[in-house]
């Protein structure tokens, strides 16, 4: 049986990796009148229309291609499975 | 005679700019090669250009380390021949772990297009061998994403095993975070494998081999490989 769903893929730099666009993006943030932010940080996210997927070589194609483990994480969210 | 290839990238733009500088050596034989090749026998060294191959798309070098190209730049990396990416070649170097860490955003966000002042680290290499220690040579760079990063056990690993050839240093030729142009760890300009023959640097000496450009002083890095060869 074939289910559509919706798989994304949200790749974010690691903690100990200097984020200078997270850093930008705070400073504007707080020239607009937004000062709650403790951290800002900014990744990417990949969207990716499936009708199914093997768990095993999506993790694969996650680290080996849609992030670089020696400065990002990812993690996987699967939506829209009906 | 000494066979380079220069592999040319889709996005590679400094690739004519190798082979027209390594044509200025003696005993040099240059040439462009496509990336689709997946035969590298017959090359003595390959070179990986600036640029931006693919489109800098996900991240500099994520997509041409899938070319078919470099398959055989990894089997002539385990052969022991000689590797050098510059620029767009570092960043696909450590996407492709022939070189540990990776190159990261700039610390200001800027595109960094200047003269750097870089300081030879150790003539223990294929790659400085004919240079001075400590010497400053005068080479630029142009990059957005040449921040060097490594995890600290890495960079332990890179100074334990004297795999830092080149420090981005001032005029006074000392470590200054004001002379490092893109926040590098480490003030990080260029390494080395463990087995010292392939080697990633983000300034581009092949800009600098002739004086009408401002500095020959990339010609010790071409001289030092040769005189290996």
């Known amino acids: ?82 | 005679m000494m066979r380079f290839a220069v592999i040319r990238f889709p996005g590679s733009n400094c690739d004519e700019d190798c082979v027209h500088a390594l044509r200025s050596f003696d005993g040099v034989a240059a040439e462009l090669v496509w990336h689709k090749t997946s035969d590298l026998a017959g090359f003595d060294a390959v070179v990986l250009p600036g640029g931006f191959s693919y489109g800098d798309y996900l991240r500099c070098g994520a997509i041409a380390r899938f070319s078919p190209v470099m398959q055989a730049v990894r089997r002539h990396a385990e052969a022991g021949k000689i590797v050098v990416g510059i620029c767009n070649g570092f960043q696909i170097l450590c996407e492709s772990r022939l070189l540990p860490g990776a190159l990261v955003r700039n610390r200001d966000l800027r595109f960094v297009c200047q003269d750097t002042l870089v300081r030879v680290e150790s003539l223990r290499s294929p790659f400085t061998r004919v240079s001075s220690t400590g010497c400053s040579l005068k080479i630029p760079v142009a990059h957005g994403e040449g921040c060097y990063f490594a995890d600290p056990d890495t960079l332990r690993e890179l100074r334990r095993h004297d795999q830092i050839l080149l420090r981005y240093v001032n005029a006074e030729g000392a470590l200054d975070a004001a002379a490092n142009p893109n926040g590098s760890l480490d003030h990080i300009a260029g390494i080395c494998n463990r087995n010292r023959n392939v080697f990633g640097l983000m300034p581009h000496p092949e800009r600098a081999c002739e004086a009408r450009l401002g500095s020959t002083d990339g010609r010790v890095i071409f001289e030092s490989i040769l005189s290996h060869a």
Do not use: W
């Not at chain 1, 930008?24 to 403790?38: I, Q, T, V, Y």
């Not at chain 1, 020696?70 to 009906?82: A, F, L």
């Open chain 1, 1 to 82: 049986m074939v289910r559509a769903m919706k798989v994304n893929v949200i790749v974010m730099p690691k903690p100990a990796v200097l984020d200078p666009q997270g850093v930008a993006a705070a400073e504007a943030m707080r020239h607009l009148g937004f000062n709650d932010a403790k951290s800002v940080r900014v990744g990417r996210c990949i969207e990716i229309e499936t009708d199914g997927h093997d768990e095993e070589k999506l993790r694969e194609i996650c680290s080996e291609l849609l992030s670089n483990p020696v400065i990002e994480d990812y993690r996987i969210e699967v939506s829209g499975e009906h």
